[in-house]
């Protein structure tokens, strides 16, 4: 097959990754003083910023308020210069709503609403690079943000993307591997428990793979709850360090 | 014109000697923290099948039976008795509001109050019932995370600088003159709207910066730390409080003063 070898003989990627393999995942909580909290994530190419508000009293009409949970508000913007080709809108087309969508229901999994009664809780997410995995990086940066601001939660919620190139599902999908054309699934999960938040594919792919590909990613995001944790408990560390008593 | 121009510089990691060598029990969300099931939960925790989870990132602290997880940073819990200063953003409608507060309370005013009860969902009914409590006048504002501010006996400072001081359990902090003579009979209503001096403003200009200061590096603030930072401020100009190095010396001074007072 001419073109470009995703997977190459000796089961390297076109990056020179392994077919399980993370790209590099740096991490900042507390990245604006002005939010309740904020977050920025790097993985490989792909630039993420979160930034939480929240919880606070109900914006616009009263009566969206729920009696006996928090409402929570997820809006997905993508920069214009973030795609090779300049983006037209920011946000506000079907893409971002979906995206937006998506993340309000992966978070409304893991925020204890319960506890926050007739107040609502905004995630604003910021695509700064897209390079694959944008709903993965979006994910792991609201996470970190929501944590930042001290919204309790059942627990950290890890996104990973994966595919399936030659038989062999690949973790963590550049956008090289994801413009191939081949089936993509999107995967957020709740690490202690093992729950899946969000699983997401819109690809044709034979149900006998599927287990092969949903394994890979599961793995993936423990991977990527290993190092979110170490950043986490890094940040606890420094913050007490100076807070003393 | 001076024009001052900052660049970008990589943070510098906290050396772990900073700290004093207390062992404190850091969790994260989905951490156990106890599958003994003889205690209480507290804040920041959630029960899981047969254990204790947590679920925000902080310390754990434990008192008797009653295990909680503290935050960085948290949104306001009230508590019946906290002192709290904030604006008036909305008001009832009614008529007898109308006949009785109009005349005292508009809103946009900017009030000192004490947390009267706190209903299941959260909300907070505030009362204005001692000459304490009232409007606030002339003075600033500074608006900080509400767990950086020390439970004390008294949240009301006057400070020898020439200032006096409200520590709002919300993390509004209200920094005025000091009145001159207590006026008892006007009670909190009447806002003073005299001048005020140079002097009077430069050292609530300098508590402001020092406040901040103390903020930016995470300590908490109590009548003591506000103290030692605003004296250990001195031999620096005002403006220069906001400066990032100048604001850590300020601080770790502080630090250390606090530090030699306890030990």
Redesign the interface.
Known sequence: MAGLELLSDQGYRVDGRRAGELRKIQARMGVFAQADGSAYIEQGNTKALAVVYGPHEIRGSRARALPDRALVNCQYSSATFSTGERKRRPHGDRKSCEMGLQLRQTFEAAILTQLHPRSQIDIYVQVLQADGGTYAACVNAATLAVLDAGIPMRDFVCACSAGFVDNTALADLSHVEEAAGGPQLALALLPASGQIALLEMDARLHEDHLEQVLEAAARAARDVHTLLDRVVRQHVREASILLGD | MAMEMRLPVARK??S?S???DTK?H?V????TITTDTGFMRGH?T?M?EEKL?A?????VERVNKLICVK?????YNGEVGDIVVGRITERRRSAEDELAMRGFLQEGDLISAEVQAVFS???ISLHTRSLKYGKLGQGVLVQVSP?LVKRQKTHFHDLPCGASVILGSNGFVWIYPTPEHKEEDAGGFTANLEPVSLTDREVISRLRNCIVSLV?????LYDTSILYCYEASLPHQIKDLLKPEIMEEVVMET?QRLLEQEG
Do not use: C, F, W
């Open positions: 990691p906290l772990e900073m700290g004093r404190k850091l994260v969300p989905g951490d920041g959630y899981g989870i679920s925000v990132a902080g310390s935050a960085l940073k948290t949104r969902d959260g909300a767990s930016t590096q995470r300590m908490m630090r």
